[in-house]
């Protein structure tokens, strides 16, 4: 059957009361695991196992000691963590902490510094302060991160060249030029097949591309290096797994007080950050998904650090490497679609099993080739992306600091310094009041932006005082925050101002959004000596003081704004008084303008410029009904530039054709695809919709008025209601509440047919450039369904719905 989902996972979904309500199922006892958890358990073990080698190498550990985590990890985490999906393991973030503290204290004391840093998990997550560790600038975690990333793939270029790597990174770097002159061709010859094969394999194209695509790509690099290595008979250093026999266990920790500590709590913070950080992408990732799937909870973050802390106490008893989330096993787990916690404890269990029975065959793998691997890993921590994002929010000195700091000193003081600038920075913030006087068409404008503190006030009273005596002066405020003595300030210069023959207006540029200090701010802006009454015959001047104090959301339905404004008395001719050259029935609209250019508009203008200058580059193509109750950009949160949108009666895309097309719809969609480029469209209807209700209720015959005619694109989805009902879409769970509710899901799926045999919709389609999407839009309930499952054969999937994480 046709289903569209709600993209919210309420637990308690609204209810009507015709719906009939089944009891809920008597619970199973008999434990199973869903073929969706096995064959991505499958897909994680894969990469895993060599992912957990080249960590083990890179850090100088025992090779065993990946392979302990991999499997604690997967096992430990995966029964007790707070997040279902996440895969936890040695993570490559904890690469340059856990090398420098092998180097520095031995394997069997660091052992012991992981399950120390494991109590002070378990210690952190009674407290319940895991919510506390997001409370980090994403600046700092991507600057260390970036860092760690850097540190490792200097070290493990030295030996992709044939070479062995130092323990610090300007060791590293000094020895470069040396080992480039001393190059073992066939070391680099299965680190470039090795990173060749990682590259390439995930872009193979085609249908078989997609089926090899399966086979995770870390996996084929390091099985083709192997391959080729053995069958070139080239003499390459290769894995070596000593006797588990006489593997290193946990031993009393030795060393100086402070540095253990130290050590301590720099496993604790990287270990408890990176993990719950990558709980939080978890939740991202599997609110995204579509597709039929179990229903999985969010992330309970203080379980999860309590599952980490047991997993390192686990992993260090056993002298494993120290555990955390790791993001690519994490992403791998919730693409290969994973339903529940046994994906995660089935892969450390399938690593037990390689562990003891795959020992021969693992002992074949090249280290270059897992050093190549690792190489490669370091290289993407540096991420882009996250460079771009930090640049957008004005933090690149905060992660460039935190950066060189892990790279040049270690994790724990780069991430120490990094916070150390973001402070600083914040303060900056804060504190940086810029306050410009000018006079516009004789009338004296202040503008303070930023928080007015007293740190400001000297200047504050140096702008206020070059305004004339007797001057029209209007204040505008462009912060969240004032602070007493800036109050005072300003307050005494009004007063004297007004006194000696002026008018002084405060008002506020930020939408909906009063200045902090004193309640009586309103009644500052009151006394600014203006009138009451609104002037809407300029535009563009900013609002007086009761536009500046209406706290109406800009979505407020005019009839509901609740800020005390009088309304308007109806008019039976003539201008109503204040609105100049609007009649009666637009002082609504012609109050919105006003609330706009003085409240949106300055916070809006720069974007409009870019997009002025730039030309509109929208994602996606929206088509749905005219009905003045759907507010697209309030029920799809975008903004100015995001959608393409075409209305019309009904949401109806006609077909093409010369006698049943329509020109205006078609136009919008040619241009959207072909010009635009859009990379999606929705049909989006919704309940109570006039034009299905008027669909219903034609006769045949009659008046061809202008609206009949156009309401006969809809008879194909009176058609479709009238066939099989098994085949009829409906709401997931639920039964349409009345035949109109069923004519418009109908006619998502029928338009979304139409839309599909348009020549730009199809040549699109065909590439592989363009998805199209059916929404309906429930009115009386606010809620939103999306149509999924679609594969041509008019038969729908019920997925369950998740829940949006911000």
Request: proline share 6%.
């Amino acid at each position: 059957m046709s289903a569209c989902t709600p993209t919210r996972a309420d637990s308690t979904p609204p209810k009507r009361d015709h719906r009939p309500q089944s009891p809920p199922p008597a619970p199973r006892r008999r434990f199973r695991i869903a073929g969706a958890d096995v064959s991505a358990s499958i897909t994680v073990f894969l990469i895993a196992l060599p992912l957990s080698l080249g960590i083990a190498l890179a850090t100088g550990a025992p090779l065993q000691a990946g392979l302990v985590a991999a499997a604690v990890g997967g096992i430990v985490v995966g029964r007790i963590g707070g997040s279902p999906l996440q895969v936890s393991g040695p993570a490559a973030g904890l690469t340059v902490v856990t090398a420098e503290l092998i180097q520095r204290y031995g394997w069997r004391t660091t052992c012991a510094i992981t399950v120390l840093a494991g109590f002070a998990q378990l210690g952190l997550g009674c407290l319940r302060v895991a919510r506390g560790a997001l409370a980090v600038s994403p600046a700092i975690v991507h600057g260390m991160l970036a860092g760690i990333g850097v540190t490792i793939a200097v070290a493990q270029l030295h030996i992709v060249l044939g070479g062995t790597p130092q323990s610090a990174v300007l060791d590293n770097l000094r020895g470069l030029p040396a080992q480039l002159a001393d190059v073992r061709p066939a070391s680099l010859a299965v680190s470039a097949l090795t990173l060749a094969l990682l590259l390439l394999w995930p872009r193979l194209p085609g249908r078989t591309g997609r089926l090899l695509r399966s086979v995770p790509a870390a996996l084929v690099a390091v099985t083709g290096a192997t391959g080729a290595a053995a069958l070139a008979g080239v003499g390459l250093p290769e894995v070596e797994l000593p006797s588990w026999r006489s593997h290193a266990l946990a031993g009393l920790p030795e060393g100086p007080v402070l540095g253990l500590v130290a050590a301590v709590l720099t496993i604790t913070l990287v270990c408890s950050v990176q993990s719950l950080l990558g709980a939080v992408a978890v939740d991202k990732l599997v609110a995204a998904r579509t597709g039929p799937a179990a229903h999985v909870g969010r992330s309970d973050l203080d379980r999860e650090l309590l599952g980490q802390g047991a997993a390192n106490i686990v992993s260090g008893t056993l002298g494993g490497l120290p555990v955390a989330g790791v993001a690519v096993r994490s992403t791998a787990n919730v693409n290969a679609g994973a339903v529940s916690r046994n994906s995660t404890i089935l892969h450390g269990v399938l690593v037990v099993a390689a562990a003891l029975l795959m020992v021969p065959v693992l002992e074949f793998i090249p280290l270059a080739s897992l050093a190549a691997l690792v190489m490669a890993i370091g290289i993407q921590m540096v991420s882009l992306h996250h460079i771009r994002t930090v640049t957008r929010h004005r933090e690149v000195l905060v992660y460039v600091v935190t950066t060189l700091g892990v790279v040049f000193l270690n994790v724990l003081q780069g991430v120490a310094l990094g916070i150390a600038v973001a402070v600083g920075v914040a303060l900056h913030r804060l504190t940086r009041t810029r306050i410009t006087h000018d006079e516009q068409e004789g009338v004296h404008h202040v503008h303070v932006r930023g928080q007015l503190t007293f740190l400001a006030v000297p200047r504050l009273s140096r702008i206020l005082h070059r305004v004339p005596q007797g001057a029209d002066t209007v204040v505008e405020m462009d912060g969240s925050f004032m602070d007493h003595a800036a109050y005072e300030t300003l307050q005494d210069w009004q007063k004297t101002h007004t006194a000696r023959g002026g008018t002084v207006r405060i008002t506020s540029r930020r939408a909906g959004v009063r200045i902090a200090e004193p309640a009586t701010f309103a009644a500052l802006a009151a006394n600014s000596g203006t009138d009451s009454s609104q002037d809407f015959t300029a535009d563009t001047t900013p609002a007086v003081s009761t536009d500046a104090d209406c706290r109406c959301r800009p979505w407020t339905a005019w009839r509901n704004h609740q800020c005390g404004r009088p309304q308007p008395a109806p008019s039976h001719g003539g201008h109503p008084e204040g609105t100049g050259r609007f009649p009666s029935s637009g002082h609504d609209l012609a109050r919105g303008i006003s609330a706009f250019q003085c409240h949106t508009a300055p916070l809006v203008r720069d974007e409009l410029a870019r997009l002025a200058r730039e030309g509109q580059r929208p994602s996606h193509l929206f088509l749905t009904c005219s009905d003045s109750r759907l507010v697209t950009s309030m029920i799809t949160s975008s903004g100015p530039g995001d959608l393409f949108v075409v209305r019309n009666v009904g949401n109806l895309v006609p077909p093409p054709g010369e006698e049943s097309g329509d020109d205006s719809v078609a136009a919008a969609i040619e241009y959207a695809v072909d010009v635009l480029q859009v990379r999606s469209i929705t049909v989006c209807g919704h309940s109570g919709c006039g034009a299905m209700q008027a669909l219903l209720s034609s006769e045949p015959g009659g008046a061809r008025t202008p609206l009949k005619r156009w309401l006969r694109h809809g008879r194909p989805s009176l058609e479709r209601l009238a066939g099989d009902a098994a085949d009829r879409p409906r709401l997931a769970g639920l039964e349409p509440a009345d035949t109109v509710e069923r004519l418009c899901l109908a006619n998502v799926v029928q338009q979304l047919e139409h839309l599909r045999s348009h020549e730009s919709v199809a040549r699109a389609l065909r590439e592989g450039a363009l998805q199209l999407h059916g929404m309906y839009f429930h009115v009386g309930e606010a809620q939103a369904y999306l149509l999924t499952g679609t594969d041509g054969s008019e038969v729908f999937d019920r997925v369950r719905a998740a829940e949006l994480s911000v």
